[in-house]
């Protein structure tokens, strides 16, 4: 499935193209393809969609669009491709993997392309990029201002790449090809000055003077008529150059040296800027592939960047080898650079699994580790990928002043840097596929863990992610887990107790551990006396905290991330006796209708805040039960009474 924006705006399926409708629900694609995976307000998209005053009833025209958006997208097979068109509240929000839209390989493309630094390799970078284009941007949208400015936004940066693209064959010496390339640009763009001027010095290199200045005249004659306005300083000295030089060389169609060694405006490329022969370079690039151009340094010692291991880490053989076969193992996926995504509910271990993982294998990845706690479920907002970016690429080395600002830039630079390398990544705590994206690196040495409460489908769609789940401990693993902690003898001395704590903990990793702060604080009390506080619903989650970690903070953070319906459906789901149901049985708890409330659970099992224990059979833990019913999960007394 792809979307398009470089010209109609469409979306394209291997059936062939879908039929969108009207210009208004072409119009409300594309709002939401140009901001993709974020929440755009119905109001913006009332606003976007007519100019003048829109009509009362125009809630319900774009929601009557969104909705045949949604069942288009789903006759088509949208899940499949991790494409999901939802809606929160009073916004909607196109879920799906950003490189199915041709903006985005787009600006991939273009900002992997160097054309001073790598004309070579820029070429067909930047052909491919300009080769997305279909005609205008957006075309069969409305034509309110916003969409104008959107459309004259993408153009700009089609230009944008047509002068590098330009710029890139005159550091070959291919003037002819950067004459073509201007050419038709330069003719839909009769005003544009920088462009003008490149093609000026791309057809005088190619010994074509007399047309490099009619070009001039021609310009500033239009400039005149149209704004009123004399030519600006680059055509002026575009114009300037071809004069000396002809004076200087009669017929050569050279640009002389003096000018193009430096000074403001002097032998400038397509875009004005300073232009550099291929075969000079003025300092050596370095071992990592980036010189001249102010980049990575050399000679540092790779990152290791890993948190220290796990205290007292226990079991999970399993997983552990499934991660190993996923990302180093003859089974694991066929991909440039293995991904895993180790999945499970809050407290149930995954970054200790991770790091546990990445510690025993890290011989294996002797150009470093790096590690982003992404803080997807944690206080505040979520880690932009930007930071990630900036933090990595200094740890390998990349001066400050030479990470690139834009977030595409930024991860092309990244994935150039480790696709020689054999390095491993830990991202954890991720919030969505889309976070990870621009942190995936590139190479077949490199391989990435990730960690989420989310299932992160996107990703295990469109990565081949492998999928590592994790489940709570059975008793057995968590009375194991109590005796390393506290020591065999205290277990020991009240096996039934340490069992029942397993299961007032639901067996989760976390809750255990802050049972043992509790109970390693209190070195005189038995196990039985915390089992019988915990056993008041009132008081347990209160109970299973220590500072500030603790199943209450850990809960409160994935319920943040719902929506307001999907909240209130897992306080319906609260009220189970059992905390076993199926999605009629929820329906009517919830008050809500079969269809809206299935797809609540599947986004409630997707965060794992229930689990799909078989075909429409969920379940809901008893520490999700009680914190779901007051929404708090806190209580007045933090210890247990005597």
């Known amino acids: 499935m792809e979307f398009s924006l470089l010209g109609p705006v469409s979306v394209t399926t291997a059936a062939g193209e879908l039929a969108l409708g009207p210009a208004k629900r072409r119009s409300v694609l594309a709002l939401l393809l140009l901001r993709?995976?974020?929440?755009?307000?119905?109001?913006?998209?009332?606003?976007?969609?007519?100019?003048?005053?829109?009509?009362?009833?125009?809630?319900?025209?774009?929601?009557?669009?969104?909705?045949?958006?949604?069942?288009?997208?789903?006759?088509?097979?949208?899940?499949?491709?991790?494409?999901?068109?939802?809606?929160?509240?009073?916004?909607?929000?196109?879920?799906?993997?950003?490189?199915?839209?041709?903006?985005?390989?787009?600006?991939?493309?273009?900002?992997?392309?160097?054309?001073?630094?790598?004309?070579?390799?820029?070429?067909?970078?930047?052909?491919?990029?300009?080769?997305?284009?279909?005609?205008?941007?957006?075309?069969?949208?409305?034509?309110?201002?916003?969409?104008?400015?959107?459309?004259?936004?993408?153009?700009?940066?089609?230009?944008?790449?047509?002068?590098?693209?330009?710029?890139?064959?005159?550091?070959?010496?291919?003037?002819?090809?950067?004459?073509?390339?201007?050419?038709?640009?330069?003719?839909?763009?009769?005003?544009?000055?920088?462009l003008i001027?490149?093609?000026?010095?791309?057809?005088?290199?190619?010994?074509?003077?007399?047309?490099?200045?009619?070009?001039?005249?021609?310009?500033?004659?239009?400039?005149?008529?149209?704004?009123?306005?004399?030519?600006?300083?680059?055509?002026?000295?575009?114009?300037?150059?071809?004069?000396?030089?002809?004076?200087?060389?009669?017929?050569?169609?050279?640009?002389?040296?003096?000018?193009?060694?430096?000074?403001?405006?002097?032998?400038?490329?397509?875009?004005?800027?300073?232009?550099?022969?291929?075969?000079?370079?003025?300092?050596?690039?370095?071992?990592?592939?980036?010189?001249?151009?102010?980049?990575?340094?050399?000679?540092?010692?790779?990152?290791?960047?890993?948190?220290?291991?796990?205290?007292?880490?226990?079991?999970?053989?399993?997983?552990?080898?499934?991660?190993?076969?996923?990302?180093?193992?003859?089974?694991?996926?066929?991909?440039?650079?293995?991904?895993?995504?180790?999945?499970?509910?809050?407290?149930?271990?995954?970054?200790?699994?991770?790091?546990?993982?990445?510690?025993?294998?890290?011989?294996?990845?002797?150009?470093?580790?790096?590690?982003?706690?992404?803080?997807?479920?944690?206080?505040?907002?979520?880690?932009?990928?930007?930071?990630?970016?900036r933090f990595f690429l200094t740890a390998l080395g990349t001066p400050e002043h030479a990470v690139p600002s834009s977030v595409a830039a930024a991860s092309a630079l990244y994935r150039s840097l480790v696709a020689e390398r054999r390095l491993l990544v830990v991202l954890d705590n991720a919030r969505s596929s889309a976070q990870v994206r621009p942190l995936l690196p590139g190479g077949p040495g490199c391989a990435t863990v990730v960690t989420s409460r989310s299932r992160l489908d996107g990703l295990v769609a469109t990565d081949c992610a492998r999928p590592v789940g994790l489940q709570v401990f059975g008793v057995p693993e968590g009375v194991a887990l109590l005796g390393a902690m506290l020591g065999p003898e205290r277990v020991d001395e009240d096996p039934e107790a340490a069992r029942e704590l397993v299961e007032l903990c639901d067996g989760l990793p976390l809750a255990l551990r802050a049972a043992v702060a509790q109970l390693t604080a209190r070195p005189r009390w038995r196990l039985a006396r915390l089992a019988a506080a915990l056993r008041d619903e009132r008081r347990r989650l209160s109970l299973l905290s220590a500072e500030d970690t603790g199943i209450a903070s850990a809960l409160r953070m994935s319920v943040a991330r719902l929506s307001a319906d999907d909240a209130r459906l897992l306080s319906a789901l609260a009220t189970s006796t059992d905390g076993q149901l199926n999605a009629s049985a929820a329906a009517a708890l919830a008050g809500s209708d079969l269809e809206h409330t299935q797809d609540g659970l599947d986004r409630l099992a997707e965060m794992h805040l229930v689990d799909e224990k078989a075909t429409d059979v969920y379940t809901i833990s008893t520490l999700t039960q009680l914190f779901a019913r007051d929404g708090t999960g806190e209580a007045e007394e933090t210890e247990p009474r005597n």
């Open 36 to 194: 993709p995976n974020t929440t755009v307000p119905l109001e913006q998209l009332i606003d976007s969609l007519w100019e003048d005053e829109p009509p009362e009833h125009a809630r319900t025209v774009v929601q009557g669009h969104v909705s045949r958006l949604r069942a288009t997208l789903a006759a088509a097979g949208a899940e499949a491709y991790g494409v999901e068109l939802a809606t929160h509240g009073s916004a909607y929000l196109l879920r799906l993997p950003e490189e199915l839209i041709d903006a985005h390989r787009f600006g991939e493309l273009v900002s992997l392309a160097r054309p001073e630094a790598a004309p070579a390799d820029a070429v067909p970078l930047l052909r491919e990029a300009l080769g997305l284009w279909r005609g205008p941007a957006l075309t069969g949208t409305v034509s309110s201002p916003p969409f104008a400015a959107a459309t004259h936004a993408l153009d700009e940066r089609r230009l944008t790449a047509v002068e590098a693209l330009a710029r890139a064959h005159s550091a070959l010496g291919e003037h002819e090809q950067a004459a073509s390339v201007l050419y038709t640009a330069a003719v839909q763009h009769p005003l544009r000055e920088g």
């Open 197 to 389: 001027a490149a093609l000026m010095r791309a057809l005088f290199r190619t010994g074509r003077q007399s047309d490099a200045l009619d070009w001039y005249h021609r310009t500033r004659r239009l400039l005149s008529e149209e704004l009123g306005v004399d030519p600006g300083a680059r055509l002026r000295e575009a114009y300037e150059e071809i004069l000396r030089a002809e004076e200087a060389a009669p017929g050569t169609g050279t640009v002389p040296a003096a000018r193009t060694a430096g000074g403001p405006g002097a032998g400038t490329g397509a875009d004005g800027g300073a232009e550099r022969p291929a075969a000079v370079v003025s300092r050596e690039t370095g071992p990592t592939g980036v010189g001249a151009d102010g980049g990575v340094g050399t000679g540092q010692a790779p990152p290791r960047l890993l948190p220290r291991p796990p205290a007292r880490f226990l079991g999970r053989e399993a997983a552990l080898d499934r991660l190993t076969a996923a990302l180093t193992g003859d089974s694991g996926p066929e991909s440039d650079s293995p991904l895993a995504v180790v999945t499970g509910p809050a407290g149930v271990g995954k970054t200790a699994c991770a790091v546990q993982w990445a510690h025993q294998h890290a011989a294996e990845f002797p150009d470093g580790q790096l590690f982003a706690d992404l803080r997807g479920f944690g206080e505040g907002d979520a880690t932009e990928p930007a930071a990630v970016l």
